[in-house]
């Protein structure tokens, strides 16, 4: 009858513990900006794509074009073909782990 009591006691503990405070952390946060609201915003402020710095709109867009005139920057040859001999070097080795030497 102890063991009876005892086993119903902590089952109910469980199940009331276990719904203690539910209703307040399905709520978001208070200084949480509802979806809707940030749907309509307009950006105004964007980051690089180089170096990651503030941008205005009109400098985002200036730095977009000129990304798209000027090709970027060619990798040296011999650069070229150790980025490439290292990955495949990097290929083998999650092939045949036990290469690695």
Known sequence: ???????????????VSSYWGNGVMALPPVEDIPEEILR???ITIGRSPIDGKL???A????LQAQLQTSPPPKLNAQIREQIFLLRIRQAL???FPFLDI
């Open 55 to 57: 941008l205005t709109a």
């Open 40 to 42: 309509t915003e307009i």
């Open 59 to 62: 400098e985002y867009a200036q």
């Open 93 to 95: 080795l999650q092939l």
């Open 1 to 15: 009858m102890k063991f009876w009591f005892l086993g119903i006691s902590t089952a109910m503990l469980v199940v």
